[in-house]
């Protein structure tokens, strides 16, 4: 069970912490200038941080078993890959690997 | 002021297909409140303060497992330090706002409201209101995000145990991913990062998210130097 009275003071400090982390960059870009390097590796992140999030989130969802434990959610998600490749449609994507899901756990029973 | 309207409007339609996996996931935040013994309200305002969901899931079960404050408050500000990437990507297309606005939009950047607007801000945006195209995605992620909260809250105990609707969660990102997918470089920073991922999973404080961006970013950028010298 959470202790309220650590609770508050959580989310006060990361609620101001989480803004000065998305306030940081917006509110120095016009102050200074930085290198060139930077502005070149800045549009990598979407596709590095967004791939960071997606690997684990589907290869190690049963933590602590077998790597490969949830199976079934790294087939679904390469459907999805495919899909998202295929169509670049966000909904068919969430839909095609949603579904996949469903019927590789009905099918496996 | 009509034409910034339909830019909002733009953003919130871009963004719409999204809500398959926010609700979901703000109303399993919702659930996993109440479960951990926080009043239904207690979440929700959490939502609103914080609103970066997956920090604020690691925060509360961290505190269910009594850690200690530094590390609660540690763990949950390394998993947002990704949207100091956000913030430096975005940042160029905020330049010249009001002092006031950019610290108005700085609020409600996540995940979705980036990725969305940064696809939408690398195209053709002659004529486009950038500050109002990000509104309208932020906005509607927002509304989204904390009235599920709510509804998890109240509503959490009925949903089916298993149906695995967290899943629509990884599937966002990969929705999201692909578009930013378009050549050798950028395809290197993605496989480099995940894989990064998945063997630093174990890193502690949940650095590995950050190692694996930022070895995907160098790859990538070490990748198109190569191709542009030949």
């Given at each position: 069970?959470?202790?309220?009275s650590q609770?508050?003071?959580?989310?006060?400090?990361?609620?101001?912490g989480?803004?000065?982390?998305?306030?940081s960059?917006i509110?120095?870009?016009?102050?200074?200038?930085?290198?060139n390097?930077?502005?070149?590796?800045l549009?990598?992140i979407p596709?590095?941080?967004l791939s960071?999030?997606?690997v684990?989130g589907?290869?190690?969802?049963e933590?602590g078993v077998?790597p490969f434990?949830g199976?079934?959610?790294?087939?679904?998600?390469?459907i999805?890959v495919?899909?998202?490749w295929?169509?670049r449609s966000?909904?068919?994507t969430?839909?095609?690997?949603?579904v996949?899901l469903?019927?590789?756990k009905a099918?496996?029973v | 002021?009509?034409?910034?309207w339909?830019?909002?409007?733009?953003g919130?339609?871009?963004t719409s297909?999204?809500?398959?996996?926010?609700?979901p996931f703000?109303?399993i935040?919702?659930?996993?409140?109440v479960g951990?013994g926080?009043?239904e309200w207690g979440?929700f305002?959490?939502?609103?303060?914080v609103?970066a969901?997956?920090?604020q899931?690691v925060?509360?079960?961290?505190?269910a497992?009594?850690?200690s404050l530094?590390?609660?408050?540690?763990?949950?500000l390394?998993?947002?330090?990704?949207?100091?990437?956000y913030s430096?990507s975005?940042?160029?297309?905020?330049?010249g706002?009001h002092?006031?606005?950019k610290?108005a939009?700085?609020?409600p950047?996540t995940?979705?409201?980036?990725?969305i607007s940064?696809?939408?801000?690398?195209?053709?945006?002659?004529g486009l209101?950038?500050?109002?195209?990000?509104l309208?995605?932020a906005?509607?992620?927002?509304?989204?995000?904390?009235s599920?909260?709510l509804?998890g809250?109240?509503?959490?105990a009925?949903?089916?145990?298993g149906?695995?609707?967290?899943?629509?969660i990884?599937?966002?990102?990969?929705?999201?991913?692909i578009p930013?997918?378009?050549?050798?470089?950028?395809?290197?920073?993605?496989?480099v990062?995940?894989?990064?991922?998945y063997?630093?999973?174990?890193l502690p404080?949940?650095l590995?998210?950050?190692t694996a961006?930022i070895?995907?970013i160098?790859v990538?950028?070490?990748?198109?130097?190569?191709?542009?010298?030949?």
């Amino acid at each position: 069970m959470v202790d309220m009275s650590q609770y508050w003071p959580v989310v006060l400090i990361l609620g101001v912490g989480t803004y000065l982390i998305r306030y940081s960059f917006i509110l120095i870009m016009d102050k200074i200038t930085l290198p060139n390097a930077f502005h070149r590796m800045l549009r990598f992140i979407p596709a590095a941080v967004l791939s960071a999030l997606v690997v684990p989130g589907v290869l190690l969802h049963e933590k602590g078993v077998a790597p490969f434990a949830g199976w079934e959610r790294a087939v679904a998600a390469l459907i999805a890959v495919g899909v998202a490749w295929k169509t670049r449609s966000i909904l068919w994507t969430i839909a095609s690997g949603m579904v996949s899901l469903w019927v590789l756990k009905a099918v496996m029973v | 002021m009509a034409t910034h309207w339909s830019t909002v409007f733009a953003g919130a339609r871009d963004t719409s297909p999204l809500l398959v996996g926010v609700i979901p996931f703000g109303v399993i935040w919702g659930a996993v409140c109440v479960g951990a013994g926080v009043p239904e309200w207690g979440g929700f305002v959490m939502s609103l303060i914080v609103f970066a969901g997956a920090s604020q899931l690691v925060a509360v079960q961290l505190m269910a497992e009594q850690a200690s404050l530094a590390v609660v408050i540690v763990t949950a500000l390394i998993i947002n330090a990704r949207m100091f990437m956000y913030s430096a990507s975005i940042a160029p297309h905020f330049k010249g706002m009001h002092p006031l606005k950019k610290a108005a939009l700085a609020y409600p950047l996540t995940d979705q409201a980036y990725a969305i607007s940064i696809t939408r801000f690398n195209g053709d945006t002659n004529g486009l209101n950038k500050g109002a195209y990000y509104l309208g995605s932020a906005a509607l992620m927002w509304t989204a995000f904390n009235s599920s909260t709510l509804a998890g809250a109240y509503a959490g105990a009925f949903l089916p145990a298993g149906s695995d609707l967290g899943f629509a969660i990884p599937l966002t990102f990969i929705a999201l991913v692909i578009p930013a997918v378009i050549d050798r470089p950028s395809i290197l920073a993605a496989t480099v990062a995940g894989a990064v991922a998945y063997f630093a999973n174990s890193l502690p404080y949940n650095l590995g998210l950050l190692t694996a961006a930022i070895s995907g970013i160098v790859v990538g950028y070490t990748a198109e130097r190569r191709q542009n010298h030949g």
